[in-house]
């Protein structure tokens, strides 16, 4: 089986320092992957280079079969590859129900012809859509919060929003950037049992950095490890997490 | 008194114009434009050139705006290879290389000596004093208008989409929507505003000179926007009138100031609307009508 989403060799520098230094990962197609790493070992950068925010210095990123360096972030988003912050990039100053909609994948009534020459279409369309966030709201616990403005969110809530914005886009894979961190664990949990649900059902592929390593264990089937810009593991979670030279770059052999 | 009253209720239109323009490109879509007045002569320019040559008004009109909004689009463009203070600076800068143009294209503009004789609104109907009137009819119009697709601009997808650009335009593009059509789509429909309050004023004033578009315009127009609250139409109503109170007010305060002269009096104008920006930012940084920025 063919990778849905593939790097191959990706490198990347800043001012001379190597961030990414030839990493090779791929994501199955519906498959729950996972990556950590210490700080500062290179996973957001990785994600920022796979979904076009960076550019890579060096190596390939291909996704559903087409490769996709070079592409801008936009374009990536619409073959369905989506990815959430470290720290989060809401719309603040628009409502959660509007930081959904804003998302959602259209083809009308974000032109100016639109806007002035068919709006009936354009309501048509916006109730159909208002549907569509109000589910996923609900699916995310933000119901209580959905018409305060985005800005106001706790951090939790926030990162909820930001995968919950990117579920409107409709994606086939979702790079999550610590989408525990900041969390409650009864959130992880349900955020866990989500993430499980729109892999089954939705058929959603995810790539999740964390460093809630027992989370993360009981989520993914295949994890990475970084260290230095490198991957220097990877394989079924438990197994790898239990290698010695991850234990000593990881951990510095606490677990 | 009445006629005075008018005179400053077209001029107060005039910066709303302007207002409701430049609040559609900084407070709803975050494009940082300190080149205002360079599109508020174009559109000055154009229409009373055209009319001078023996053009109709209402085309002259309509060209002062589609001039102003073409030649925001190449200025849009650039601002997408920029950051946003870039096109702060550039904006500035190209407003001061469109007054000099002014200035040294005397064959078209007739450089510093102006450009005088530009025919008046509603002359040609014979109603005397009553022309005046007639304009200030019209720009209230044309205002609620502007105010009328501003407001139902910003509550479609479009104008959600703008406000997600001004808030985060790096999540915008993660999620799948381009920026850069938008943010140059919404830098020429502000700056064909001001090509039309430029057309307006040109025709109220009947007189053009390159010293009265200084960068001192777009200031004023930013005072306005800010006093009336950042990021709402209605703040942008708001604080052109206030703005309008405090230049016009702070005239008749020479009255009980009577040792500062004509031209201290303009230095002591800028420093009142200056104080009552700092007033403004400190007891209400919200604005008059409130911000959403
Ligand atoms: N824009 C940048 N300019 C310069 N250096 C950068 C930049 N972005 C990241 N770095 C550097 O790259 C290295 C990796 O950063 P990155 O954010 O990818 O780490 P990470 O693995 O996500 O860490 P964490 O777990 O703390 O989030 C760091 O040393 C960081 O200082
Ligand atoms: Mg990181």
Same mark, same amino acid.
């Given at each position: 089986m063919t990778a849905l989403l593939a790097a191959v060799g990706v490198c990347k520098s800043f001012d001379g320092f190597k961030v990414l230094d030839d990493v090779s990962f791929a994501v199955p197609e519906r498959g729950l992957t996972g990556i950590?790493?210490? @700080?500062?070992?290179?996973?957001?950068?990785?994600?920022?280079?796979?979904?076009?925010?960076?550019?890579?210095?060096?190596?390939?990123?291909?996704?559903?079969?087409?490769?996709?360096? =070079?592409?801008?972030?936009?374009?990536?988003?619409?073959? =369905?590859?989506?990815?959430?912050?470290?720290?989060?990039?809401?719309?603040?100053?628009?409502?959660?129900? #509007? @930081?959904?909609?804003?998302?959602?994948?259209?083809?009308?009534? #974000?032109t100016l012809g639109s806007v002035f020459f068919g709006w009936g279409r354009v309501q048509r369309e916006e109730r159909t859509l208002r549907d569509r966030a109000d589910g996923w709201i609900e699916f995310l616990n933000l119901k209580k919060v959905t018409d305060k403005p985005a800005g106001t969110l706790s951090g939790g809530q926030k990162k909820l929003l930001e995968l919950g914005r990117m579920l409107m886009t409709e994606p086939k894979c979702i790079l999550l950037d610590e989408p525990f961190a900041g969390v409650n664990p009864v959130l992880v949990e349900e955020i866990s049992t989500r993430i499980r649900e729109l &892999? &089954?059902?939705?058929?959603?592929?995810?790539?999740?950095?964390?460093?809630?390593?027992?989370?993360?264990?009981?989520?993914?089937?295949?994890?990475?490890?970084?260290?230095?810009?490198?991957?220097?593991?990877? =394989? /079924?979670?438990?197994?790898?997490?239990?290698?010695?030279?991850?234990? /000593?770059?990881?951990?510095?052999?606490?677990? | 008194m009445i006629a005075y009253l008018i005179a400053v209720g077209i001029i107060a239109l005039i910066y709303m114009l302007l207002t409701i323009g430049l609040n559609?490109?900084?407070?709803?879509?975050?494009?940082?434009?300190?080149?205002?007045? $360079?599109?508020? $002569?174009?559109?000055?320019?154009?229409?009373?050139? %055209? +009319?001078?040559? *023996?053009?109709?008004?209402?085309?002259?009109?309509?060209?002062?705006?589609?001039? $102003?909004?073409?030649?925001?689009?190449?200025? *849009?463009?650039?601002?997408?290879? %920029?950051?946003?203070?870039? %096109?702060?600076?550039? +904006?500035?800068?190209?407003?001061?290389?469109?007054?000099? $143009?002014?200035?040294?294209?005397r064959w078209l503009t007739h450089g510093v000596q102006g450009l005088p004789g530009i025919p008046r609104m509603f002359l040609s109907l014979g109603i005397g004093d009553y022309a005046e009137l007639a304009t200030l009819a019209v720009l209230v119009l044309c205002n609620l208008a502007?105010? *009328?697709?501003?407001?139902?601009?910003?509550?479609?997808?479009? *104008?959600?989409?703008?406000?997600?650009?001004?808030?985060?335009?790096?999540?915008?593009e993660a999620i799948g929507k381009d920026p850069r059509r938008l943010k140059v789509q919404v830098f020429m429909l502000g700056s064909g505003l001001a090509g039309l309050a430029g057309a307006f004023y040109a025709h109220f004033i009947t007189y053009l000179s390159p010293d009265q578009f200084l960068p001192l315009v777009t200031f004023y127009v930013w005072i306005a926007m800010i006093i009336g609250g950042t990021g709402r139409t209605t703040g942008a109503v708001a604080g052109s009138l206030i703005l309008m109170v405090f230049l016009e007010g702070s005239r008749f305060a020479r009255d009980w100031i009577p040792s500062v002269s004509e031209v201290q009096m303009a230095s002591v104008r800028l420093a009142l609307v200056g104080l009552a920006l700092i007033l403004f930012t400190i007891y209400r940084p919200q604005g008059m009508m409130g911000s959403r920025r």
């Open positions: 950590v790493g210490t @700080n500062g070992a290179g996973k957001s950068t990785l994600f920022a280079v796979v979904s076009g925010q960076l550019d890579a210095d060096g190596g390939r990123v291909s996704f559903a079969d087409a490769d996709i360096t =070079g592409l801008r972030p936009m374009r990536r988003a619409r073959l =369905g590859l989506g990815r959430t912050f470290q720290v989060p990039r809401e719309f603040a100053h628009l409502t959660v129900r #509007e @930081n959904f909609l804003v998302a959602a994948r259209r083809e009308y009534g #974000e &892999n &089954n059902s939705h058929g959603i592929a995810f790539v999740i950095i964390e460093h809630h390593l027992e989370a993360l264990k009981a989520l993914v089937q295949h994890l990475y490890v970084m260290d230095q810009g490198r991957v220097i593991a990877d =394989g /079924e979670a438990a197994a790898v997490l239990a290698e010695p030279r991850v234990l /000593e770059a990881y951990m510095g052999g606490v677990i | 559609l490109q900084y407070g709803y879509t975050g494009l940082i434009n300190f080149g205002v007045v $360079a599109f508020f $002569a174009i559109g000055a320019y154009t229409s009373a050139l %055209l +009319t001078l040559g *023996g053009w109709p008004l209402v085309p002259a009109f309509v060209v002062a705006i589609i001039v $102003a909004a073409i030649v925001a689009y190449p200025i *849009g463009l650039l601002s997408l290879r %920029l950051s946003d203070d870039y %096109l702060a600076v550039v +904006t500035l800068g190209f407003s001061e290389v469109v007054r000099l $143009a002014i200035q040294q294209e502007a105010i *009328g697709l501003m407001l139902h601009l910003v509550r479609s997808p479009y *104008g959600r989409l703008i406000q997600a650009i001004r808030d985060d335009e790096v999540a915008v």
